[in-house]
Each structure stands twice: as structure tokens, then as C-alpha cells.
């Protein structure tokens, strides 16, 4: 905001992307204080009905809190030129404003200090509803004022350089234009299916080159004896069934969960004539471990020798290698525990280029899955029984695996081609691009709350 302000711009809306921004609705209002000569009241009304708020997580260890003399320490002067107490400042971030020792909440902050909040998918909005529901203890949960705006992801940013010409040859120019048009994605069903599935095996031998490359990198840094350094060369089959699962490792994520039953895995990648492989990566937050204990764990079971060649953990996850992932997996694989995933984006990424999710319905597959656009885990149960729940949707995901899955993957025509699976590629593709895109998601957050926030602004300030 000083920044702005230097440079001669005073926003008329703020929008604060997750509670880290939330102190700017503290400088804005002194801002407001200090350029009209309104006293705090006043200033904050135009402030908060100009804000704009979006919760990314209902997980409460994501959400910074701070405690009152840390706040205090900080925050002295700024509250002495707001005109308030600390107690009277803090208050803005507890759910309970009377208590002394409650510390100071980032999203309580934010949603106190905003017109409108928002959640990221139609799930994580009824969860967050439920979450902040004391926030507004005269209000019915349902009544909450949580919106939601789902996540979508910029397809062209995303997809293979592959998959682009394809989409130019047979699509035209509006996939890049017109994103968000329906009527533009009916057209992956003109694509031949050759076409379709010659450029998608390219990619995902590009992966397992990738793959390789990087797992030998690996071994080197690591100082393995050159001989194991060699194998990375063999490991992967370019014509296998490729899952992958790459995100941050938190625990709710589970990615582990493949794992609970070695036996029955180890059969599902090792049958001779329909081949499944698994690529890894993420990385664990360094407080975090549990998640660390997650990587462990895969990284101990892709050395055993039933595993050696058909699993690989990537080390090092970042943009480059979710995009050598995304575009060329065969399916995208997520297990969050429902309901703790508020969206999810990595999924939307993996379709624009041809993978198909199978996940359980949390987040954005709650509200994307249609019955035959991928697979889900389950039917968007909650369990009080994390154990147990483990137990049910790990069998959920083989059960999955074994009977729809790999004989579909492996159904092949004279032509060599799957054709059953290229259908569900192209309903995927078709289904989930358009919907799940970021031009629809600025289109909502523009229409949907910045332009309101912004009649409110010019609105409370005029006078
Ligand atoms: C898309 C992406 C994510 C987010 O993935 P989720 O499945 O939404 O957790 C994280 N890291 C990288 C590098 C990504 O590209």
C-alpha cells in the first residue's frame, strides 16, 4: 500500500489473497484516517466495505495467530495513529473480542476488516461457513456470509507445447481467447484419437526421460555406488500406466495411502502384461514431521526391489517438475481427507493436458466429478475415524484400479488404441477445461465482488 501510495495510486479495492495481507486493512484505514481527517469508525466502514477476503484453508495449522505481546511489539505505533488500544486493535482478530488472552487470528482479521469473504470451492465455502460460523453468533450457519469462488487454473500457462498445436489445429484460436467457452471444448471430440493419444504417449515419454534423468541426479548427489547410479536408466516404461501424485506433503493429503496394503499394490504394478507405475514429488513443510515421515516412507518403498522399477519419488518439486508430471501422466491422483482440501488445483492442470483424476470428492472434484469425467474414491464421506477411514478408501482406490482403471488403460483395439479411455479423455477435457479456467475465475471475482466492493468504496467515501 505504501508502495502505491508513492506512486500517486490510492486502490479502491483491496483484495486480501489469504490472511498473510490481512495488516494491510490496518494501513489502509490509517490511510484513509490520515488523508480525510476521519476518525477510525469512519475510515474502517469505507475500508472493510472496499476489502476483499479469500480463505484458502480449513486446516487451523495454515492459519497464522499471534499472540498479544507479539502484537503489541509491532503494533504500537500503529495502533496509537489508529487512535486505539491494543486490546481495541486485537479484538478485529479474535473470535472472541473479550478475551484478554486470545491470540490474534489472520482470518479473523481479515474477514472482520472485509465486505465480502470468499471460499475456494463450493465445499470449502460450506466449510468455512461452519468454521467462522461464531463470527456471527446471531446468524444461522447457513446464512453466514461466505461466498464462494472456485479456483480454475490458466490452461495455456499449463499445457504442453504438444497439446497446444493440437488445440490450435483442432480447436482455433478461441482455447486461448475464449477459455472459458463451452461451445470451444465440444471441439476435443473432433480430434482424432490417434492424434489425441499419439501426443499424449510422446509426453509421457518425455516424463520417464525426466524421470530418469533427475532419479540418477539424485543417486549422485546422494553418493550412491555407480552401479545403483546406472539402474535410474531402467527404471519407468514409457508405455506403461503412469499415475502421478505431486503436491505439498501434508498430512492430510495422505500420500501414503497407496501404501497401506503393499501386497495388494505391489500386484497392481507388477502384473507382466498391464504394467502400473507411480512417479512422486513434493516437499514437507520443514515443522511439519509428519509429512517428512510421509517422503521417508515412499522413498524406503521405491528402493525395494517389488517396487524398484515402477515407483519413482522426484526430489525438488516446483513448477518445472509438476509441469514434466502434468503433462504427462496418464492419471492424477489425489487423497486428501475429505474435507480438508479446499480446492485443489494441480488436478485441473493434469486434464487441460489429457489426465484423468481419480480422487476422493473434496474440494474442486467435489463439484467437478460427473460420473464418467475421471473416478472418484468414495461418495464424499466424512469419518470421526481416521484409521478406519484410511482403511475403506485405500480398498476404494485398488478396488478402482483393478477393475476400472488398468483394464480399461490396457483395452486396446487392433489400432492399438484405447479407445474407451480416449473417450473419457475427451469428457474430461471437455467437462473441466471451460469451468475449472482462470479467465472464468477473474470473470467471477471481477463481476462477483470487486465491482461491488468498488461502488461501496466511491459509495462511503463521497461524503
Ligand atoms: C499446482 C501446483 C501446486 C498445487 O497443487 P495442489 O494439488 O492444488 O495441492 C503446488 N505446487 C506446484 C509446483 C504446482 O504447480
Given at each position: 500500500?505504501?508502495?502505491?501510495?508513492?506512486?500517486?495510486?490510492?486502490?479502491?479495492?483491496?483484495?486480501?489473497?489469504?490472511?498473510?495481507?490481512?495488516?494491510?486493512?490496518?494501513?489502509?484505514?490509517?490511510?484513509?484516517?490520515?488523508?480525510?481527517?476521519?476518525?477510525?469508525?469512519?475510515?474502517?466502514?469505507?475500508?472493510?466495505?472496499?476489502?476483499?477476503?479469500?480463505?484458502?484453508?480449513?486446516?487451523?495449522?495454515?492459519?497464522?495467530?499471534?499472540?498479544?505481546?507479539?502484537?503489541?511489539?509491532?503494533?504500537?505505533?500503529?495502533?496509537?495513529?489508529?487512535?486505539?488500544?491494543?486490546?481495541?486493535?486485537?479484538?478485529?482478530?479474535?473470535?472472541?473480542?473479550?478475551?484478554?488472552?486470545?491470540?490474534?487470528?489472520?482470518?479473523?482479521?481479515?474477514?472482520?476488516?472485509?465486505?465480502?469473504?470468499?471460499?475456494?470451492?463450493?465445499?470449502?465455502?460450506?466449510?468455512?461457513?461452519?468454521?467462522?460460523?461464531?463470527?456471527?453468533?446471531?446468524?444461522?450457519?447457513?446464512?453466514?456470509?461466505?461466498?464462494?469462488?472456485?479456483?480454475?487454473?490458466?490452461?495455456?500457462?499449463w499445457l504442453s507445447q504438444d497439446m497446444a498445436g493440437?488445440?490450435?489445429?483442432?480447436?482455433?484460436?478461441?482455447?486461448?481467447?475464449?477459455?472459458?467457452?463451452?461451445?470451444?471444448?465440444?471441439?476435443?471430440?473432433?480430434?482424432?484419437?490417434?492424434?489425441?493419444?499419439?501426443t499424449h504417449?510422446r509426453r509421457?515419454?518425455r516424463?520417464?526421460?525426466?524421470?530418469?534423468?533427475?532419479?540418477?541426479?539424485?543417486?549422485?548427489?546422494?553418493?550412491?555406488?555407480?552401479?545403483?547410479?546406472?539402474?535410474?536408466?531402467?527404471?519407468?516404461?514409457?508405455?506403461?500406466?503412469?499415475?502421478?501424485?505431486?503436491?505439498?506433503?501434508?498430512?492430510?493429503?495422505?500420500?501414503?495411502?497407496?501404501?497401506?496394503?503393499?501386497?495388494?499394490?505391489?500386484?497392481?504394478?507388477?502384473?507382466?502384461?498391464?504394467?502400473?507405475?507411480?512417479?512422486?514429488?513434493?516437499?514437507?513443510?520443514?515443522?511439519?514431521?509428519?509429512?517428512?515421515?510421509?517422503?521417508?516412507?515412499?522413498?524406503?518403498?521405491?528402493?525395494?526391489?517389488?517396487?524398484?522399477?515402477?515407483?519413482?519419488?522426484?526430489?525438488?518439486?516446483?513448477?518445472?517438475?509438476?509441469r514434466y508430471?502434468y503433462q504427462g501422466?496418464?492419471?492424477?491422483?489425489?487423497?486428501?481427507?475429505?474435507?480438508?482440501?479446499?480446492?485443489?488445483?494441480?488436478?485441473?492442470?493434469?486434464?487441460?493436458n489429457g489426465?484423468?483424476?481419480?480422487?476422493?470428492?473434496?474440494?474442486?472434484?467435489?463439484?467437478?466429478?460427473?460420473?464418467?469425467?475421471?473416478?472418484?474414491?468414495?461418495?464424499?464421506?466424512?469419518?470421526?475415524?481416521?484409521?478406519?477411514?484410511?482403511?475403506?478408501?485405500?480398498?476404494?482406490?485398488?478396488?478402482?484400479?483393478?477393475?476400472?482403471?488398468?483394464?480399461?488403460?490396457?483395452?486396446?483395439?487392433?489400432?492399438?488404441?484405447?479407445?474407451?479411455?480416449?473417450?473419457?479423455?475427451?469428457?474430461?477435457?471437455?467437462?473441466?477445461?471451460?469451468?475449472?479456467?482462470?479467465?472464468?475465475?477473474?470473470?467471477?471475482?471481477?463481476?462477483?465482488?470487486?465491482?461491488?466492493?468498488?461502488?461501496?468504496?466511491?459509495?462511503?467515501?463521497?461524503?
Amino acid at each position: 500500500l505504501r508502495a502505491l501510495k508513492a506512486l500517486g495510486i490510492e486502490p479502491t479495492v483491496c483484495h486480501m489473497n489469504e490472511g498473510h495481507a490481512a495488516f494491510l486493512a490496518a494501513e489502509r484505514i490509517r490511510q484513509v484516517m490520515e488523508r480525510s481527517g476521519a476518525g477510525f469508525a469512519e475510515a474502517k466502514a469505507v475500508v472493510a466495505a472496499s476489502n476483499v477476503f479469500t480463505t484458502h484453508t480449513p486446516v487451523p495449522a495454515g492459519i497464522d495467530v499471534f499472540p498479544p505481546d507479539l502484537v503489541e511489539r509491532y503494533f504500537a505505533p500503529c495502533c496509537a495513529q489508529l487512535g486505539l488500544s491494543r486490546d481495541q486493535f486485537m479484538a478485529f482478530g479474535r473470535q472472541n473480542p473479550a478475551d484478554p488472552n486470545e491470540p490474534l487470528s489472520m482470518a479473523v482479521l481479515a474477514i472482520r476488516l472485509s465486505g465480502a469473504t470468499n471460499g475456494v470451492s463450493a465445499l470449502h465455502a460450506r466449510v468455512s461457513q461452519r468454521m467462522w460460523a461464531g463470527l456471527w453468533p446471531d446468524v444461522p450457519v447457513d446464512d453466514v456470509p461466505i461466498t464462494s469462488i472456485t479456483n480454475g487454473v490458466h490452461v495455456r500457462g499449463w499445457l504442453s507445447q504438444d497439446m497446444a498445436g493440437l488445440f490450435d489445429a483442432y480447436l482455433g484460436p478461441r482455447w486461448v481467447s475464449h477459455p472459458a467457452d463451452q461451445s470451444v471444448w465440444e471441439r476435443v471430440e473432433q480430434i482424432p484419437d490417434a492424434e489425441l493419444w499419439r501426443t499424449h504417449e510422446r509426453r509421457r515419454e518425455r516424463l520417464v526421460g525426466f524421470a530418469r534423468r533427475r532419479l540418477r541426479m539424485q543417486l549422485e548427489q546422494r553418493g550412491a555406488p555407480p552401479a545403483e547410479r546406472e539402474q535410474a536408466e531402467e527404471v519407468l516404461d514409457p508405455k506403461a500406466l503412469t499415475i502421478g501424485f505431486a503436491r505439498r506433503f501434508a498430512t492430510y493429503k495422505r500420500a501414503t495411502l497407496l501404501f497401506t496394503d503393499p501386497g495388494r499394490l505391489s500386484r497392481i504394478l507388477s502384473d507382466r502384461d498391464r504394467p502400473v507405475q507411480i512417479i512422486f514429488a513434493g516437499k514437507a513443510h520443514p515443522a511439519d514431521q509428519e509429512g517428512k515421515d510421509f517422503i521417508r516412507r515412499i522413498v524406503h518403498f521405491a528402493r525395494q526391489p517389488e517396487f524398484r522399477h515402477r515407483i519413482v519419488f522426484l526430489e525438488d518439486y516446483d513448477i518445472k517438475v509438476g509441469r514434466y508430471l502434468y503433462q504427462g501422466v496418464d492419471v492424477w491422483l489425489n487423497t486428501p481427507r475429505r474435507p480438508l482440501e479446499a480446492s485443489g488445483t494441480s488436478g485441473m492442470k493434469a486434464t487441460a493436458n489429457g489426465a484423468i483424476n481419480i480422487s476422493i470428492l473434496d474440494g474442486w472434484w467435489d463439484e467437478a466429478y460427473d460420473g464418467t469425467n475421471g473416478w472418484a474414491i468414495g461418495r464424499g464421506e466424512e469419518y470421526q475415524d481416521t484409521g478406519y477411514q484410511d482403511q475403506i478408501e485405500s480398498q476404494a482406490l485398488y478396488q478402482i484400479l483393478e477393475s476400472e482403471v488398468v483394464p480399461m488403460f490396457y483395452a486396446r483395439g487392433r489400432d492399438g488404441l484405447p479407445r474407451e479411455w480416449i473417450r473419457r479423455m475427451k469428457h474430461a477435457m471437455r467437462t473441466i477445461c471451460p469451468v475449472f479456467s482462470a479467465y472464468r475465475m477473474v470473470r467471477e471475482y471481477t463481476e462477483r465482488l470487486y465491482i461491488p466492493a468498488g461502488q461501496q468504496w466511491e459509495r462511503l467515501g463521497a461524503d
